[in-house]
């Protein structure tokens, strides 16, 4: 998140505003607004609990359309990993479009298609080691987790919206310690001593941790227009 604040901090002038659709909590406004940025605003949808950021934010849209937020009047819009959970991207992107003043910013992040995905999909086909592959995917895919995307795919969301200057780039985040992947999600899975985590870390560091199998995330900027 800290990330997002500071590469917003070299392509826009604090005066400038931001939303951040998908807010959560409302962690990231309280970020920008430490940053410097003073026009920040935040949708989610009804019902969410934003007493975080009431005294903070300068708007705050609820709904579950984005019909509340108006056009044309946003210099930034911010998508943390959201576009993953959604039922209808493209509808998103559009209403990021929409929203956005002429040559505004879009900046996301969301998962994308791993080597290492496309290998667990291939152990699906094989008897034995099926069961590995379909632990993975379900760690990876879910009834919240809707969507990897590949960086094509982000491309054609991002262009059919309207939008030019795509930059996406590819890398690989962990939101916990690699040891807690390792045990959670494949020893406990697997039914093998968790004792073991510790000598098997270090095997799966290249595969997990690394973006050389697991560039996982895809960190996103384009211009309306």
Sequence with gaps: ???????????????????????????????????GFSDVSAHEIEGTDLSRIRNIANYIYQDHDYSTIPSDKFDAVTLLDVLEHVLHPQY??????????????????????????RFMHFLLKLPILKRVGA??????TSIFHLENYTPKSLALILENAGFSDIDIKVKNELSWPLKMYVRVYLLEKLGIPVFLTPFLTPFFYPFLATNIFNANKAIVIARNG
């Design 135 to 140: 632990i993975w995917q379900r760690g990876r």
């Design 1 to 35: 998140m800290n990330t997002g604040a500071k590469y917003l901090e070299t392509v826009m002038p604090y005066s400038n505003s931001i939303i951040d659709v998908g807010t959560g909590n409302g962690l990231f406004v309280e970020i920008l607004k430490k940053s």
């Design 92 to 117: 998103l992107i559009n209403t990021c479009a929409r929203i956005l003043k002429n040559d505004g910013v879009i900046y996301f992040h969301t998962p994308v298609v791993t080597k290492l995905d």
